[in-house]
Structures are given as C-alpha cells and as structure tokens.
C-alpha cells in the first residue's frame, strides 16, 4: 500500500455490504468468489489461499473467462467495499490485505468504529487505473470491451462520470441498442425504454412525477424530456448503422460507447473522496465544507462536486503543484497549487482538500507522473501508446479535441471553490509584478514544456 503501483479510494456504484470474497476454506481448497463490473460472480477454487498472490489469481481469472494475454495489462484485480477502494499490486496477497482491512480502514477514512466492525471487502476485477485509455482503440477482442464497457456504463449511470444531458442521452442510446436490439420505430421502442429508463440514463435524469399524475400517465402517454431526447438518439443509432449498410457488431458498439466516454477528462480515473471549503457567504460568515471526488488518472486531476455531480476544478500535470501534510493533531490535506487571477491581477491559487486519504492520492499523482516522464523519454515510440494490444490492430486514430459547452459539467467552476491567493510567500496582494519563477511547492512536472509557473512580487508590494 505505498500508492505506486496500488491505489485506493471511494467506492462506486457497486456499494454492498454484505459481499464476501471467500465463500468456502478447506484444508488446502479455498472457494474464492471475484465480481465482474456487470456484477457476474466468478467462482474460483484455489490452493493455498493465504499466501496467493493478486497475480496469481489474475491468470486464474483470466483462464475461466478466456481472456486473451493483453487483459494482463487492462484489468487490475481491486479490493472494494462501501468504505474504500484499493488497486492491489501483483505482488499484494488479497486474503492478507483483507485480513488487515480495519486497519486500513481506521488509516484512510473517517469511518465511525460500528461500520469497521461491519465493513467486509469483495475482490473486483476491473480496469487498471494506469492502462492508458489511448491502447483501449487497440482492442479488438469483443470480450474484453465489453467488460470495459460495462465498467464505464456503471460508473455514467452512478452520476460517478459526471456528464452532460446531451453525452447521457447519446451513452444511454447505445446502451439502447446493445439491450433492446435495433431501433423498431413505434410506441413498444417508446414502452421498452419508459419501464427500463433508470438502466440507460442516471438516475437525476429519471425523475418523473409520482402519485395520482404519474398513474393517470399510463402506458400511453407521452414520453418525458429525458425519455425522449433518448429515444431520439437511439434511432439516430441505428440511422448510422443502416448508412453503413450491414447491421454493426456488439463490438462496435461497446468501442462507440468507451470513445465517447474518452471525451470525459476523468474516464478511467482511480477516485478519492475529500473535504473542500465552501467559499464564504459574507465577510463575517463561514462557507463550511463541501464534499468532493479527487479524480487522479495519467492524465491530470480532477476535484468533483460530489452532490452537483459537476467538475469544480480540472488540471492537467503541467499545470499544478502539489504536496501534502498530516499534522498532529489535524486532518491530513492534499495541497493543489495553480495559476489563477484575482480581480484581473495574477496570483497563484492553492486549494485544500481535506482528506485521510492524502497521503494516497499523492502517491499516486507522483506515480502518474513518473509514467508520463517515462513516455516523454521514450520518444516516438510513446510507452504510453505502447505497442499493439492485438496482432494486425491499426495505431489508434488522433482525435480531434471537442469544443466544451459553456456550462458544461466537464468545465472548471473555480467560482465555487475557495482557495487561498497568493503571491511569492502568501502576503498580501496589491500591485503584482507578472513575473513567475519559483513554486511555493517543490513537487511538480518537470517536462521541459510545463505550463504551470508561480507569480513573484515586484519590490513595491505593499502588505495587506
């Protein structure tokens, strides 16, 4: 549990309580139970348990499910129940973490003491937090993309991905076409989706009138908002099918559905769960604190509302500072340091997140960026890319980067945050100097092209 190559953090949609890994221990036999993202149960019977390595049990995974070489490096065997996540390394053995899960529990979450007592985790196979969602285009085994698919399909309905209605309309139709088959224009397409809606779009999105209104709707009625944007775009799903003019694969539809999900900046992202200051109301008031997801993949980090279910600040690498501290005594924080302004003049912003999985989530920054400094070295030959998952796959195509819309969910609301403003040494700000040199952090990308750069006071600062 150093945070390298392991990671931990909040759970996701898949919250129960009463799971269990280890159904049977024998003598020797163990009858070992490992859930899939679409909530299949796998049932393993393994020798020697206590000392079975994560690796170990990944090959066996793969070898009942028929996986070909390349799930080695796409899925990560996960320790997961409702209080916390952990990536397990190869090398990390799953019955003894789990036999030492309190005590990650009382080191990584604030968890009252009856819930520890209760908590019980269950072995996940899922993605790897450091398989680079530019080799997902690679994949060509059906199989494995639908296990991604899946994956991704739970974290959107979730709200865990959060996403535009327009996105979760468009995810949702392709859901659409790989349960419910080709579009048949008619009132049973208009049925099918009206009794199943909360499997296609998230739950927000599924509101509708209770009571005496929604019974005198009946079967007949009119489809809702949702509903109908959804309905639209599950024919215009199967438009582009018939313009191809073969009926597409189940392949292709789970590809469409993770390329649309690769537009989200947090797709594929370990995820954490944090504390942020509320910004405050008046001059002589407090804002409190607001509860957030810190999204961390190979890419940068992300700090998500998590009742809003909208990004309050998304930064790449190259654009942050980071550290934490755990004082005696106090919570321990994960510090984020980034340019910004104040009142038109520039300063740099750093940003507290409240957290007992701190320490964790800087690790794993750290780690990430050691990847990406591996790739940069690697030179045309982008260890990031890698070579070809499969034997004949075409390098992945260069995606054009959409234009975001104004007010979309994927964009920063800094407004919403409060962050500390400062120049040089955190002293008062007035008349600044644009000049940036030095970090209040030492630890950051260091790429070469970085655009992240600290502002430094001219010798007339006043003091505030």
């Given amino acids: ?11 996701g949609p898949a919250e129960r309580s009463h799971r269990s890994s280890v159904s049977s221990v024998g003598a020797r036999v163990a009858d070992v139970l490992v859930y899939l993202a ?42 997961v129940s409702p209080l916390l996540e952990v990536q397990l390394k190869p090398k990390h053995q799953p019955y003894k973490l789990g036999r030492q899960w309190p005590e990650l529990l009382l080191r990584f979450t604030s968890a009252p003491d009856d819930d520890v007592a209760m908590d019980e985790p269950f072995l996940q196979f899922r993605r790897n ?3 680079p969602k530019q080799r997902e285009l690679q ?30 309309e468009a995810l949702g139709a392709l ?24 499997s296609f779009l998230p739950a927000h999105l599924c509101k509708r009138g209770q009571g005496l209104f929604a019974a005198l709707r009946g079967r007949g009625a009119r489809a809702g908002p949702g509903e109908q944007g959804l309905l639209n775009a599950y024919r215009q799903v199967q438009e582009a099918s018939s313009d191809d003019g073969c009926e597409a694969t189940l392949g ?66 190259q654009e942050l500072s980071w550290d934490h501290t755990s004082p005696e005594e106090e919570e321990p924080v994960l510090w ?57 796959s075409s390098p992945a195509p260069v995606q054009r980067p959409k234009l975001r819309r104004q007010g979309s969910v994927v964009c920063s609301r800094i407004q919403h945050l409060s962050t500390i403003d400062y120049v040089e040494d955190g002293k008062g700000i007035r008349r600044v100097k644009p000049k940036r040199t030095t970090s209040f952090f030492s630890r950051q990308l260091s790429l070469g092209q970085g655009s992240y750069t600290v502002v430094q006071t001219g010798d007339s600062l006043e003091q505030g």
């Fill in 1 to 11: 549990m150093d945070g390298t190559e392991g990671s931990a953090g909040q759970p």
């Fill in 38 to 79: 679409d909530d299949t149960v796998v049932p393993l019977a393994v020798e020697n348990l206590p000392s079975l390595s994560a690796h170990e049990l990944h090959r066996a995974i793969r070898e009942v499910l028929q996986l070909p070489d390349m799930a080695l490096e796409v899925f990560a065997l996960w320790l």
């Fill in 129 to 131: 937090v450091f398989f």
């Fill in 139 to 168: 994949i060509h085994d059906e199989e494995v993309l639908r296990l991604l698919y899946e994956e991704a399909k739970g974290n959107v309905l979730a709200a865990r991905y959060p996403c535009d209605v327009e996105d979760c």
């Fill in 175 to 198: 859901v659409c076409r790989v349960q419910l088959g080709p579009y048949q224009p008619g009132q049973p397409a208009a049925c099918a989706l009206r009794e199943k809606l909360d």
């Fill in 252 to 317: 292709t539809h789970y590809r469409a559905y993770l390329l649309k999900c690769h537009e989200l900046p947090f797709y594929g992202c370990a995820f954490f769960h944090g504390e942020v200051d509320k910004p405050a109301p008046g001059f002589l008031h407090r804002g409190g604190r607001k509860p957030v997801s810190v999204a961390i993949s190979l890419e940068g980090v992300h700090v998500i509302d998590s009742r809003e279910k909208h990004v309050l600040l998304g930064l790449r690498f």
């Fill in 336 to 392: 984020l340091e980034f340019d910004g302004e104040s009142e038109g003049t520039p300063v740099n912003k750093l940003l507290k997140i409240y957290s007992k999985q701190a320490e964790l989530m800087s690790s794993l920054i750290e780690y990430c960026i050691e990847l990406s400094q591996a790739a940069e070295s690697a030179g045309p030959q982008d260890s990031a890319t890698g070579p070809p998952l499969d034997p004949g």
